[in-house]
């Protein structure tokens, strides 16, 4: 596995791979890897001859006050890690020369980035869809693949394709979990051992409302009810509890084929986010 940390010579490279006939997957990260993370280089290895794993924390995604200093960061082990599941490159940019000082462009996409986590976080999706334009320019991938943990981030980066028209399949990955049924997350590290017990109060909602949803009851309002219920009994702080149309994320009146809840929630100080889509309801 090579390592990258320049824009042009990640550009360089994109294009002498492209002019040998070679397809290009993209996996984007903001490092500290666990399983989710070598899933996705797995899944996107299998499909394409070439795999790019980029490994930027992103500074402009971060709002003040959140945790941009305290991420958490292993670049050392990351790239062993990428190296051992398929990755040929490991691009990971100092943020000066992603963002030199005179750096002045945004990327926004309206309306789809706007709920859900953007409400909480406004500028959130900017920052995402300003770096992703950056790294499918440098990079050139044939496809893209992103967890579906972060739901409305996939969303806001199809739209992105879609309307840019770039020649790029994204694909989604299933959330990956561990043996407990907590969604994996880098900032699970911030969790201590009563925070983390709490935390699985999240997908037990989900499962909660996958059950009562087979029983019949489709009513958001509901569902909602219930599941913040569960959520305060464990002791975290609900931001959201949403049930929206898996493309457009727009609040559905009954739960339906294609309905997303999707949560968010502290532990303690750390945010969470999880989902689940209800698929073939009788």
Not at 58 to 72: M, T, V
Not at 77 to 93: E, M, S
Not at 180 to 190: E, I, P
């Amino acid at each position: 596995m090579e390592t990258i940390t320049q824009p042009a010579e990640m550009s360089a490279w994109s294009e002498q791979t492209r002019r040998t006939g070679q397809s290009i997957a993209l996996v984007p990260t903001m490092g500290f890897f666990h399983e989710g993370h070598l899933s996705l280089m797995r899944f996107a290895a299998a499909r394409a001859d070439r795999l790019v794993v980029s490994l930027f924390v992103n500074p402009i995604q971060f709002a003040p006050g959140e945790d941009l200093e305290r991420y958490p960061r292993a670049r050392e082990r990351d790239a062993a890690l990428a190296a051992a599941n398929g990755a040929d490159i490991l691009f990971c940019p100092e943020p000066a020369a992603m963002y030199p000082r005179d750096f002045r462009t945004t990327v926004t996409v309206a309306g789809i980035s706007e709920g859900l986590c953007g409400r909480s976080r406004p500028g959130h999706f900017a920052g995402v869809a300003t770096v992703l334009a950056k790294l499918f320019n440098l990079v050139q991938p044939d496809r893209a693949i992103f967890g579906e943990k972060d739901f409305q981030q996939l969303a806001v980066i199809r739209t992105l394709v879609r309307d840019l028209n770039w020649n790029i399949e994204i694909l989604g990955h299933p959330i990956v979990r561990e043996p407990d049924g907590l969604a994996m997350s880098s900032r699970n590290v911030y969790l201590n051992k009563d925070e983390r017990q709490a935390a699985l109060a999240l997908p037990l909602s989900l499962e909660h409302a996958r059950h009562r949803v087979g029983q019949g009851e489709r009513r958001p309002e509901v569902l909602r009810g219930e599941i913040n219920a569960i959520l305060a009994a464990a002791g975290l702080r609900p931001e959201y509890i949403e049930f929206v149309d898996e493309l457009s994320l727009q609040p559905v009146a009954l739960v339906g084929e294609g309905t997303v809840l999707a949560l968010a929630a502290r532990s303690g100080a750390t945010r969470l986010i999880d989902n689940c889509r209800f698929k073939q309801l009788d």
